[in-house]
């Protein structure tokens, strides 16, 4: 079992930059370096979609249409914690932000190949 748990949100204005955070645990036996890791978002009346998704390593990156150039993920397997850097804020980015995460294969938009999530954080974004 893995628990995750996101951190950093709030309301900023549109321009503005925010930096999400999520921390990883699990059982003794929990070795945060063997999941891929992403952030996904969901917004009122809308799926949860796709932002952006880590390896293992941080060898690869993958990004939601709509984010590249504006958002970076990291991650740090030390600290057990995946960041979102988000710059140039629009209003259409407010949503609930979820980390996620999957312990096999490499990263994916699909969320129904990630078995843990957090219980998100609220970002909105003022135009």
């Known amino acids: 079992q893995v628990q995750l748990a996101e951190s950093g949100g709030g309301l900023v204005q549109a321009g503005d930059s925010l930096r999400l955070s999520c921390a990883a645990s699990?059982?003794?036996?929990?070795?945060?370096?063997?999941?891929?890791m992403a952030w996904f978002r969901q917004s009122p009346g809308k799926e949860r979609e796709f932002v952006a998704g880590?390896?293992?390593?941080?060898?690869?990156?993958l990004y939601g249409d709509s984010m590249k150039g504006r958002f970076t993920i990291s991650r740090d397997n030390a600290k057990n914690s995946v960041y979102l850097q988000m710059n140039s804020l629009k209003s259409e980015d407010t949503a609930v932000y979820y980390c996620?995460?999957?312990?096999?294969?490499?990263?994916?938009?699909?969320?129904?190949?990630?078995?843990?999530w957090g219980q998100g954080t609220q970002v909105t974004v003022s135009s």
């Open positions: 699990g059982r003794t036996t929990f070795n945060f370096n063997s999941y891929a």
């Open positions: 996620a995460s999957k312990s096999s294969g490499g990263i994916t938009r699909m969320r129904d190949q990630y078995a843990y």
């Open positions: 880590i390896t293992w390593n941080g060898g690869m990156t």
